[in-house]
């Protein structure tokens, strides 16, 4: 395993909306477990593909390994099934925009599809889960928590 560089904003990079991964190969395995170790080491809680200068639909994110609780998942091709409607506000940070954390609102509920190296999975995540997985989710289509930002104040001037 490997650490790999994190792409920084304003990268052309993180821009770009990621294509689908036809196959899990070994070259595929080896890339999620980079991902992995990349973030791990930087230290975060979740990295997209495109933060590793990847174009691929795939994501990594672990909640609780901060908290002593490892919870790693590897999501190839995720998608996002059901947002509730009740929002979660706070601080989040991005690897690829160190030192500069933003408040974003979020869905406080995410119901998301992916696969992985056992099969397919869908699954309910709530609270950081939910927001770390629309956080990596963002990334895939080109979303940076700048934006995020600049679509809720458009929101909040709203009459």
Known sequence: ???LDIVIWPDARLTQICR???EITPEIEQLLADMFDTMYDAPGR???APQVGR???IFVFDAGWKTGTPTPIACVNPEIIALSDERLTGEEGCLSIPGVPMDISR???VTLHWTDRTGTH???FTGAEAVIV???YDHLDGIVIYDRVEQDVAKDSQP
């Open 1 to 3: 395993m490997s650490v």
């Open 20 to 22: 689908p991964v036809l």
């Open 46 to 48: 979740g990295l997209a």
């Open 55 to 57: 174009s691929e639909r």
């Open 107 to 109: 869905a406080a509920e």
């Open 122 to 124: 869908e699954r309910l």
């Open 134 to 136: 629309q956080h990596e």
